[in-house]
């Protein structure tokens, strides 16, 4: 057989495309509406992402992803508008962030611990009533702005800061796909009491999951209102945001790293194309949805994942032929190509 040319590591790819992130806008080589949309974009991955870890690869059903968003975003705006001057803001700014992300994610396991005691919507109602509380309670706390929002909010959003996060959540995301937990929160999907029956810590995989998902929507959300330099409790609200980070998901495909991907990118851009349309958008986006769930109801890359993103020692070796038992036996997950056809 032919020998094939070294591949040029991911890693290193990612790490060369980061100095690109700050040099385009430090130079003015792409003008602020485009970067705030690449950052937009970079954002909204980060919740569908970070969803499809509950919605797609765990199977469960979550719509209260915007309530730890914005956990994140206020209490990560309080430390950098309160508690850190303004001079120190830009040094501080990653703590900020992690700090937001691990407010949501004892949020999460607030959350977490007495819904996965049952089975079936449950979650969705859970989910569902916290966001309520959350949006209420962010609304009636004066110290905070209540309906009003919060002001004086420094922008320390960037391209390259929007990159960075991108990047360590799907990495981290990967990985717990494809660790221990990750094969647990599958088997939950495929058969919950099967995977009961296996020894598998069903309860402990779905736990660690929600939080883990929760703590990237608060990092997204720290980002979100660093960017907008303005949050009220109705950026957060169920309808739009929780729906909107829902259709991203399903959008893109389930149980897809690709997917979430893909699905972010598309429904921003759309969101931003269809703007001249004004409200009529709001017609034409559910109604492309509607189709694509008619003719494609696992979304665009549903059940399957891109090469790249699957690790090496995950991957099926080519001797085995199509892949057909999924990535790394992964159950009903298969490889995908660049441009989203399963591998051959």
């Not at 990653?94 to 004892?106: C, E, F, Q, R, S």
């Not at 929002?149 to 717990?176: D, F, H, P």
């Not at 309860?203 to 959300?221: D, E, L, S």
Request: proline share 6%; charged share 10%.
């Amino acid at each position: 057989m032919p020998e094939r040319s070294p591949k040029l590591p991911l890693s290193w790819i990612l790490v060369a495309m980061l100095p690109l992130t700050i040099i385009l806008p430090a130079f003015n080589l792409v003008n602020s509406y485009l970067q705030q949309v690449f950052m937009y974009v970079g954002i909204n991955i980060i919740l569908t992402a970070s969803l499809n870890l509950i919605n797609g690869y765990m199977g469960e059903f979550s719509v209260g992803h915007a309530a730890f968003m914005a956990i994140g975003a206020y209490v990560s705006a309080i430390l950098t508008v309160w508690v850190f001057p303004k001079a120190y803001g830009p040094f501080v700014f990653p703590l900020v962030l992690v700090a937001g992300g691990i407010a949501a994610a004892l949020a999460g396991l607030l959350v977490a611990v007495p819904s996965f005691r049952t089975r079936g919507d449950y979650l969705a109602i859970v989910t569902l009533a916290f966001n309520m509380i959350v949006k209420s309670a962010l609304e009636n706390i004066d110290a905070v702005g209540g309906p009003r929002g919060l002001l004086g909010i420094e922008k320390l959003t960037s391209m390259a800061w929007v990159y960075v996060w991108v990047v360590i959540s799907i990495y981290c995301i990967r990985n717990v796909v494809y660790s221990n937990y990750g094969r647990g929160v599958l088997s939950i999907r495929e058969d919950e009491i099967a995977a009961e029956l296996v020894t598998v810590d069903t309860r402990q995989c779905k736990v660690v999951a929600f939080v883990i998902a929760a703590f990237f929507a608060g990092v997204a959300g720290g980002l979100f209102a660093h960017l907008l330099q303005f949050i009220n409790p109705r950026s957060f609200a169920l309808f739009p945001k929780s729906t909107e980070i829902l259709a991203m998901v399903y959008l893109g495909g389930v149980g897809s790293i690709g997917g979430s991907i893909l699905g972010a990118t598309i429904f921003t851009v759309m969101l931003e194309v269809l703007r001249p349309l004004g409200v009529w958008r709001w017609v034409a986006i559910p109604l492309a949805l509607v189709l694509l769930m008619i003719f494609r109801p696992t979304g665009i890359m549903g059940l399957r994942e891109w090469r790249f993103l699957v690790p090496e020692t995950e991957a099926i070796p080519e001797a085995s032929g199509p892949a057909q038992r999924g990535a790394g036996g992964t159950p009903g997950l298969k490889e995908a190509d660049s441009h989203g056809n399963p591998a051959d």
